[in-house]
């Protein structure tokens, strides 16, 4: 099993960034789904989560500005960046609360991805 985070970069002040997750494996279901980040010395952070409901949290410092969503049936989830802001400069993680089938039996665990950088310039 694992999550695969992609869509990072650099972008200037104001621009955009989508970053994209997608969990693989023997999955056979997924609760949570979210987004981290943790900026140099300081410790990882929500950014925000989606439950299979769709029912949202997010933090407060990036409410209006990012939005999350979910494609259930890829098992994907998004995060879409607007009006980003040097504070934002972070490697963001996803992760996901998973039920998946190990040696026979399933077994539910929370897990990560590997982060990607985004790097907002002012």
């Known amino acids: 099993v694992q999550l695969q985070a992609s869509g990072g970069g650099l972008v200037q002040a104001g621009g955009s960034l989508r970053l994209s997750c997608a969990a693989s494996?023997?999955?056979?279901?997924?609760?949570?789904m979210g987004w981290y980040r943790q900026a140099p010395g300081k410790e990882r952070e929500l950014v925000a989560e989606?439950?299979?409901?769709?029912?949202?949290n997010y933090a407060d410092s990036v409410k209006g500005r990012f939005t999350i969503s979910r494609n259930n049936a890829m098992n994907t989830v998004y995060l879409q960046m607007n009006s980003l802001r040097p504070e934002d400069t972070a490697v963001y993680y996803c992760?996901?609360?998973?039920?998946?089938?190990?040696?026979?039996?399933?077994?539910?665990?929370?897990?990560w991805g590997q982060g990607t950088q985004v790097t907002v310039s002012s």
């Open positions: 989606m439950d299979t409901g769709g029912s949202t």
């Open positions: 992760n996901a609360g998973m039920s998946i089938m190990g040696r026979g039996k399933p077994s539910y665990g929370v897990y």
């Open positions: 494996g023997s999955i056979l279901s997924i609760s949570v």
